[in-house]
């Protein structure tokens, strides 16, 4: 298998094998983001990727799962999709599933038609961010889309029968937004109804403009009780029967497993005992940052 550059993918896709069909990130311009900022955005030719699936197929008997990288491949053109997932098809027979990253961008410019058309040749989940449901956040943080355009594109994802899974980061708003951004994006996961959602802790990374920003003190960072309060509020204000949620990613303070709604009162009282002292919050020293 050959790859450009760093390679980076769902943890929920750690045992999948990694296939780039495109370079990098569509947008690539969010202010929190550094990962595909030493990659221009390109299209992988089809015939590298066709080499990589038979080598793949030589190597490996058994290929459960395939994940399409980089941070967008949805925006390929339909022709070259099909074409990627009629091979995984007649190669690998046994692959249960085949995922991708799908920027909102990405999605809306898809058709109801198309998208379902990649579900029945072999597409069967897709990753997108959501990151915040306050339309200033997501406008600061230059995400490209507003809140409105970010859960019509899920929308259009689970009517193709394809299943979603959505990304939201706690303490994106920092102390200075946080009960908007909890609740703005505890009403926008509603809206969708995703059928999983995973919650990611702030990051700040080098040369980015949110690092710019912490410097200059436009976003506090927030601390653990103060993270897990926001997630509380956001739980409160989201109602999304049968979305699997998830906060166990490397940059969580609280681990955090349930089935909404029906574990949601379970989860805000791991919170509250977290809150209250009982609960033990993971150091920064564990996260290995």
């Known amino acids: 298998m050959r790859y450009s550059g760093d390679v980076y993918r769902p ?22 983001c550094n990962m595909y900022k030493a990659k221009t955005f390109s299209v992988r030719p089809i015939h ?9 197929r030589r190597h490996y008997r058994y290929i459960e799962r ?5 941070g967008d491949a949805l925006i390929l053109p339909m022709e070259h999709l099909e074409r990627i997932l009629e091979f995984i098809r007649t190669r ?41 449901g306050n339309e200033e956040l997501l406008k600061l943080y230059n995400k490209g889309q507003t809140a409105a355009a970010i859960i019509e594109a899920g929308q259009k994802v689970r009517d193709a029968g394809l299943a979603l899974s959505v990304t939201a980061i706690n303490g994106l708003g920092g102390t200075e937004h946080s009960d908007v951004h909890a609740i703005d994006t505890g009403k926008a996961l509603s809206a969708m109804k995703p059928d999983y959602i995973g919650l990611l802790t702030l ?7 949110l690092a710019q920003w912490v410097k200059e003190g436009r976003i506090t960072l927030m601390e653990p009780p103060e993270l897990a309060a926001e997630t509380r509020l956001l739980l409160e204000h989201t109602d999304s029967e049968g979305s699997v949620f998830r906060s166990n990613h490397a940059s969580n303070y609280l681990i955090l497993k349930g089935t909404l709604n029906r574990d949601k009162a379970a989860l805000i009282a791991k919170i509250d005992a977290a809150l209250e002292g009982k609960q033990h919050f993971r150091r920064y020293v564990e996260l290995g940052f």
């Open 11 to 32: 943890p929920s896709e750690a045992y999948s094998l990694i296939v780039q069909v495109t370079y990098g990130c569509s947008h690539n311009r969010c202010a929190f």
């Open 48 to 56: 590298e990727v066709f080499e990589d699936l038979e080598w793949a």
């Open 66 to 70: 395939v994940f399409l990288a980089d």
């Open 92 to 132: 690998i027979p046994e692959c249960q599933r085949v995922a991708v990253y799908g920027s909102p961008k990405s999605i809306l410019r898809k058709t109801p038609a198309e998208l379902a058309r990649l579900k029945q040749a072999g597409l069967g989940i897709v990753y997108m961010g959501l990151e915040s």
């Open 203 to 209: 990051r700040v990374y080098t040369g980015t403009p």
